[in-house]
Nanobody
Framework: VQLQASGGGVVQAGGSLRLSCAASGDMLFNYALGWFRQAPGKEREIVAAIRWGTGRTLYGDSVKGRFTISRDNAKNTVYLQMNSLKSEDTAVYYC????????????????????WGQGTLVTVSS
């Protein structure tokens, strides 16, 4: 599986962006896709994750109510809609995929993912 993230850019605080993560190869029912972010000097943190088959989702505490993860099975693509952006959302955003089933809560841990895409930079100006 190869992952291609896109959609990053510069946006003013309060604005919106939508990130895309296109997956090559077949996305099977037990796959899960996650978005992580990493700001300079900080650890990589979970933003959101989604089960490919069931669509169940989880979110990092700092983005709940502002960000929405979704998937398009036909396009093998996962989206991250980011609204009400804040300066603290500035980071490099990465998408990742896990090929086998794991409890949903475990998807918060970047070490459980098998594949990673390149990052896309999101800069929120205040």
């Amino acid at each position: 599986v190869q992952l291609q993230a896109s959609g990053g850019g510069v946006v003013q605080a309060g604005g919106s962006l939508r990130l895309s993560c296109a997956a090559s190869g077949d996305m099977l029912f037990n796959y899960a896709l996650g978005w992580f972010r990493q700001a300079p000097g900080k650890e990589r943190e979970i933003v959101a994750a989604i089960r490919w088959g069931t669509g169940r989702t989880l979110y990092g505490d700092s983005v709940k109510g502002r960000f929405t993860i979704s998937r398009d099975n036909a396009k093998n693509t996962v989206y991250l809609q980011m609204n009400s952006l804040k300066s603290e959302d500035t980071a490099v955003y990465y998408c990742a995929a896990r090929a086998t089933r794991v409890v949903l809560s475990a998807l918060r841990d970047p070490s459980v993912y098998d594949y990673w895409g390149q990052g896309t930079l999101v800069t929120v100006s205040s």
